[in-house]
């Protein structure tokens, strides 16, 4: 699709957009990007984002219902997984991005806090 094709645009944006909103959220970002990489535990993923056990779970929660990630349960242990190819291509770009803004020595925009 061109960045110009406005109705395959029209005929997609609303999935896109869910997409985007199930990744908007920087702990969630993070953990689906550790997923692209293979499988996750909740503990490694609690390690990595710092949230707790049951954060991290409410997380897993909504991008299961959303159908981004899968998980497989081996003995005590949920190993979660990133399943939507659409998500993987937007991480994918997203690093790419990055590694262009830091190669051309550009800073990116600092995350403005809300009050």
């Known amino acids: 699709m061109k960045p110009t094709d406005l109705s395959e645009l029209k005929a997609n944006a609303a999935s896109m957009a869910q ?3 199930v990744m908007s959220h920087p702990e969630r970002l993070l953990m689906l990007c550790r997923m692209d990489e293979g499988e996750a535990s909740v503990t490694e993923l609690v390690a990595l ?3 707790s056990q049951s954060g991290v779970s409410q997380h897993l ?3 299961r219902a959303e159908n981004v990630v899968s998980v497989r ?3 005590n242990t949920r190993w979660y997984s990133l399943r939507d190819p659409i998500v993987s291509g937007v991480i994918h770009t997203l690093c790419h991005l990055c590694e262009v803004t830091q190669a051309e020595g550009a800073c990116p925009l600092p995350v403005q806090k809300q009050a």
């Open 49 to 51: 984002t710092g949230l």
């Open 19 to 21: 997409r985007l909103k």
């Open 61 to 63: 929660a909504l991008l």
């Open 73 to 75: 349960v081996d003995a």
